[in-house]
């Protein structure tokens, strides 16, 4: 044997010996991962040559312990760095996209998914793990379209493919598609796949049966959903009872998650107290019905209604069995919905019996179907629907799970759907395909001069000492809870900016999001931290919003923001994003700036700096926002216009009286 020829033999010798060594790594690892040992597994992995532990197969194994050690970034760099050194492993691709959502960062999803899809083979394999990826970020239009292109003839699907894409959208609430999709699939030949189609077949069958009750036999259609059918059959089932309901004349209950700190309950609260001024003759009993558990600061407005002839109760304080309250052939079709609305509408439907309401308002943000379900099945003659938020994003879970039920519940009798902005009313009619003459646009109402009255030169004084804010500091600051919606990374980076540029300006927001382990405060970054304030949920608003010279808002959804009314009320200039119903609540121009709906944090820095700089525009806030708000958003004119909705052409004390 020459040189050359053992040199080779010598080479696929170390490269046999390595193969060897990775192969009994591998078992060891994926043993101590059956097992549960993962702290183990992360020893032994460590302990091995670094160009062992350094190989995608291992960097993988290592990856799927630190998931379910919770560990979520380590687990992402780790698919992360699989993938520089293999750009085809399926696996690492489908651990790193899942990853996205445990990261918070769901907003990557479309454009991860692209690049993996242009890494692996044009299969359907490839488009169904891409779905599942999409359907866990919560992108349901984006997962339904890659398994419609798997599912597609050119791919020809495997066994396992379409019965991963069935799995899917059962998931997305689509039973009828499962039914036809599997029914007949030339690719089941093996019986292990079929029984697996079978399984889902039989889910998605029983899922429509119980939607159906009485019409339980009747033909699947492919755009068949259960939980639109389900609400179809509640209605259809409950449009007798109106009939046999003997309602309080003039009654009315309010429903609302909680008398927390949002703009919803804000609202809530104004209008209950001008029912219970001597203004109106309408109104008979006045109950509200919170449907959320007591949490932090959910009680928040309640001492608003100290002394008011208002009856609250809470779904906590009630043991409402959904079976004592509906007939089986109701229960049935509400156990198809979503888990938490069978208990929320044995609650209402409990509670409505026992007040007998003439009307059923809800105020609602989150679009909830419990309280019209539960007014439709005792029979309240008339649900108004107040929607104070903007319109689900098309594709999102509320779209996905609310568009089909609303469209079903605005088709019945006695049920009117209003809303709090011109905007939000032309955009909820797109979204549900109905005329906008059906919707009813009140805006917000503000206490204008109850909330000047209410400013005192001490107390902010005493704010800014608790603050440790000298005088002359001027502040951009804003009141919001820092959820997603509110786009609080957005907010931090324009300040971030802005203090690099202007020395003599601090920042403050007032609502909660931003303590200590919060995931807000962890945005903020280190050399913004002293002169970043939060002092959380505060009650004296028009003194904490009265200390600021610009007040932000950079949401990505709005309906009626009510930081920027009450911003308005105190004479203070307003920079916002044009999301919702945002361009109405201030004049933009004179009293403020109204951005694009997704600015740069650089063009909200500079819109602030503007505000800052121009004398001109706090001249204006002071002068023009006052008025603008009594003209448009007084607490007496919403009042009037929500209760000729409530109680048509029985509005006796009304503002011209």
């Given at each position: 044997m020459t040189s050359e020829e053992e040199q080779r033999s010598a080479c696929k010798e170390a490269r046999r010996e390595q193969a060897r060594t990775l192969k009994?790594?591998?078992r060891d690892v994926r043993q101590l991962y059956l097992a549960r040992d993962l702290p183990g597994l992360l020893a032994v992995s460590a302990g091995l040559p670094e160009w062992l532990r350094e190989r995608p197969e291992l960097l993988i194994e290592r990856a799927k312990a630190l998931w379910k050690l919770q560990q979520f970034q380590s687990a992402h760099e780790l698919y992360h760095k699989a993938l520089t050194l293999d750009r085809?492993?399926?696996?690492?691709?489908?651990?790193?996209?899942?990853?996205?959502?445990?990261?918070r960062r769901q907003h990557e999803v479309p454009a991860f998914i692209d690049e993996m899809l242009a890494a692996l083979p044009h299969a359907a394999e490839t488009l169904v793990r891409a779905a599942g990826i999409a359907r866990k970020a919560e992108f349901y239009a984006l997962a339904g379209r890659l398994i419609d292109e798997a599912l597609s003839p050119p791919l020809q699907a495997s066994a396992a493919a379409v019965v991963e894409a069935a799995r899917l959208l059962l998931e997305l609430g689509q039973e009828g598609r499962v039914v036809t999709v599997l029914k007949g699939h030339p690719c089941f030949a093996e019986q292990s796949w079929q029984t697996e189609a079978d399984a889902l077949t039989q889910r998605a069958l029983a899922r429509l049966r119980?939607?159906?009750g009485a019409n339980a036999s009747a033909p699947v259609s492919e755009t068949d959903q259960a939980h639109v059918i389900a609400v179809e059959t509640i209605l259809a089932r409950s449009g007798r009872a109106r009939e046999k309901f003997s309602p309080m004349s003039g009654g009315i209950a309010i429903v609302l998650g909680s008398l927390g700190p949002g703009g919803?309950?804000?609202q809530a609260v104004h209008f209950i107290r001008e029912l219970c001024s001597a203004r109106w003759r309408p109104a008979g009993p006045i109950v509200i019905l919170l449907t959320s558990p007591p949490s932090l600061h959910s009680d928040f407005n309640t001492d608003k209604l100290a002394g008011l002839d208002v009856t609250i109760e809470c779904v906590s304080d009630f043991d409402v069995d959904l079976k004592d309250v509906v007939p089986d052939d109701i229960a049935e079709p509400l156990g198809v919905l979503l888990p938490r609305t069978g208990s929320k509408t044995a609650f209402l439907v409990d509670r409505l019996r026992a007040h007998r309401p003439e009307v059923v308002l809800v105020m609602s943000f989150r679009y909830d179907l419990e309280p019209t379900l539960a007014a439709s099945i005792v029979g309240v003659p008339r649900i108004i629907v107040s929607a104070r938020g903007d319109v689900p994003v098309a594709g999102s879970a509320r779209d996905q799970f609310y568009k089909g039920p609303y469209q079903a519940v605005l088709a019945g009798k006695g049920i009117a759907l209003s809303t709090n902005s011109q905007a939000t009313a032309r955009a909820l009619s797109e979204w549900l395909g109905i005329p906008p003459s059906d919707i009813v646009a009140i805006h917000n109402g503000v206490d204008v001069e109850g909330l000047r009255s209410r400013r005192h030169p001490a107390t902010r004084?005493?704010?800014?000492?608790l603050l440790k804010i000298p005088q002359g500091v001027r502040i951009v600051g804003s009141v919001f809870n820092a959820k997603e919606a509110k786009r609080p990374k957005l907010w931090i980076q324009a300040a971030s900016i802005i203090a690099a540029q202007v020395p003599d300006v601090v920042f403050v927001v007032v609502g909660k999001g931003f303590g200590a382990g919060e995931a807000a405060a962890s945005l903020i970054p280190p050399e913004l931290a002293e002169r970043f304030h939060r002092p959380g949920v505060q009650k004296d608003v028009p003194n904490w919003l009265d200390m600021m010279e610009v007040v932000l808002l950079t949401s990505i959804t709005e309906g009626t923001p009510n930081a920027l009314l009450e911003a308005q009320a105190l004479g203070k200039p307003v920079v916002a994003t044009a999301v919702g119903g945002v361009a109405e609540t201030f004049l933009p121009g004179e009293t403020?700036?109204?951005?694009?709906?997704?600015?740069?944090p650089e063009e909200v820095a500079d819109a602030v700096m503007q505000v800052l700089n121009d004398p001109a525009y706090a001249l204006r806030a002071r002068e023009?926002?006052?008025a603008f708000l009594r003209r448009r958003f007084g607490i007496e004119r919403m009042a009037a216009e929500l209760v000729d909705l409530c109680f048509p052409g029985r509005q006796t004390n009304s503002l011209s009286a």
């Open positions: 009994s790594a591998l085809t492993r399926t696996d690492a691709w489908l651990g790193a996209g899942l990853l996205l959502r445990k990261l119980f939607a159906r919803a309950e804000i004084a005493a704010y800014r000492d403020g700036i109204l951005l694009s709906a997704h600015p740069t023009q926002g006052p």
